[in-house]
């Protein structure tokens, strides 16, 4: 009788063989799955590194545009800054290729320095005087804080001068920070940016929204000045604070003056509504000027579906010659072009 043991074996090792090059196909399709997977996230990002890149040039080149504008208006001005100069436009787009470019300048000279408070050197009198103007501005701004305008001035004054003690008995400085449940140093040095404020003691949220258009940080600067072509005609209270006159004396100078701005500071002081005020001796004329030395500018550059936000800050030098001296990267795109943080150096 024959055996068909030998043929079951057969079968079994067929079947086992079968088994076994099913599972290798089955691997090999893992594999290659797991090769396209990863060849698809590579290319994805180095699709998104590129249009990244893409974006981040197109700011750049919006500020070096932006720059060359600048120095060309001031340059065909004797230095003269107006807001009817090609960098003042407003909601400036600009289409390109994959993409768009949107850019807004603002003038440095057109806010109150928050860093003027405090300055090196500075006699103690002209100090308060400054800290007197910023408590004027809060006045004619209608703040309401929970504390006093004038602890609000002598808080940022406490928060940049190199010491730890308070200026004034109720103020904040060193030893007042520690203690806070969240503790944390005072800077004892220059605000980079005006959203600094927010962790001085006094500037809440409130606070901070009611004076941001009118309030800048010019790092590592504390000179006070203010260009009076520039100012908005929109928010007079700068001036009003500046000349201690009420919104419809500031609103009769701003309707006055030029379109393209007052060629000097004498035009200014001639016109008669400004002579007119009845305090006008007693104004530190040295504060205001025609011609400004520093600029911010807000980028948002898309390429694609990428959006990069550039912010840049510029000083001009006495030859017109501009130098870009701090620059943030990111930020809020998501938004119109305004003003945002930036860092002191590059």
Not at 137 to 156: F, G, M, P, Q
Not at 324 to 346: H, L, M, T, W, Y
Request: glycine fraction near 4%; include cysteine.
């Amino acid at each position: 009788m024959m055996s068909h043991r030998p043929l079951n074996g057969r079968r079994r090792q067929t079947g086992v063989a079968l088994i076994s090059v099913l599972l290798i196909i089955a691997l090999c399709v893992i594999v290659a799955a797991q090769i396209s997977t990863t060849q698809r996230m590579s290319i994805s990002r180095s699709q998104n590194l590129f249009e990244r890149q893409q974006a981040f040039e197109y700011a750049m080149g919006a500020e070096a545009f932006v720059k060359a504008t600048i120095e060309a208006s001031l340059e065909d001005n004797d230095g003269k800054t107006s807001l009817d100069q090609p960098w003042a436009m407003k909601g400036m787009a600009f289409p390109v290729n994959g993409g768009v470019i949107e850019g807004q300048v603002r003038d440095l000279y057109s806010c109150f320095n928050v860093n003027a408070l405090w300055q090196d050197n500075m006699d103690e009198a002209l100090q308060k005087k400054r800290r007197e103007l910023f408590v004027r501005l809060l006045e004619k701004l209608n703040v309401d804080a929970e504390i006093s305008h004038t602890d609000l001035a002598n808080n940022i004054y406490d928060w940049i001068d190199p010491d730890d003690y308070a200026t004034e008995a109720v103020g904040y400085d060193g030893d007042m920070y520690t203690s806070l449940e969240y503790p944390y140093l005072s800077a004892n040095s220059a605000l980079a940016h005006e959203n600094e404020l927010r962790v001085i003691y006094g500037f809440n949220p409130i606070v901070l929204d009611k004076i941001k258009k009118h309030v800048c940080a010019i790092p590592q600067h504390h000179g006070l000045q203010i260009n009076i072509n520039t100012i908005d005609e929109e928010n007079p209270e700068l001036l009003m604070a500046m000349l201690d006159i009420d919104e419809s004396t500031a609103q009769s100078i701003l309707s006055e003056r030029p379109e393209e701005g007052f060629e000097d500071m004498e035009a200014f002081w001639q016109l008669q509504s400004v002579a007119s005020i009845n305090n006008i001796a007693s104004v530190d004329k040295s504060y205001f000027t025609v011609s400004s030395k520093f600029f911010k500018l807000i980028t948002n550059a898309s390429y694609n579906d990428v959006k990069f936000a550039l912010t840049s800050l510029i000083q001009m030098d006495d030859s017109y010659k501009g130098t870009v001296i701090g620059r943030r990267f990111g930020g809020e795109i998501e938004r119109e072009a305004d003003p945002e943080d930036e860092q002191s150096n590059k």
